[in-house]
């Protein structure tokens, strides 16, 4: 399955007021690391990842994730 995944799917890896919203998300981009689903991003979502604050857009958490693999719609 194809999933398109805007911004706020990548920032919530960050929502640090609702833990179980930071596990849903890692559990969704395990699924797609893993090859279960297939990520899709546009280049408006990395565009805006690159605006970022540089704290969030080195994190392992999401930026090289995001890079790596999604393919840009």
């Given at each position: 399955?194809?999933?398109?995944?805007?911004?706020?799917?990548?920032?919530?890896?960050?929502?640090?007021?609702?833990?179980?919203?930071?596990?849903?998300?890692r559990a969704l981009l395990e699924?797609?690391?893993?090859?279960?689903?297939?990520?899709?991003?546009?280049?408006?979502?990395?565009?805006?990842?690159?605006?970022?604050?540089?704290?969030?857009?080195?994190?392992?958490?999401?930026?090289?994730?995001?890079?790596?693999?999604?393919?840009?719609?």
């Open positions: 399955m194809r999933l398109y995944l805007d911004t706020s799917v990548i920032g919530a890896l960050f929502d640090e007021e609702m833990p179980e919203r930071i596990k849903i998300t699924s797609i690391v893993e090859g279960k689903h297939a990520g899709v991003i546009s280049s408006v979502v990395l565009e805006e990842i690159d605006r970022c604050p540089e704290e969030l857009s080195t994190s392992e958490q999401a930026m090289p994730v995001a890079r790596r693999h999604f393919a840009e719609e």
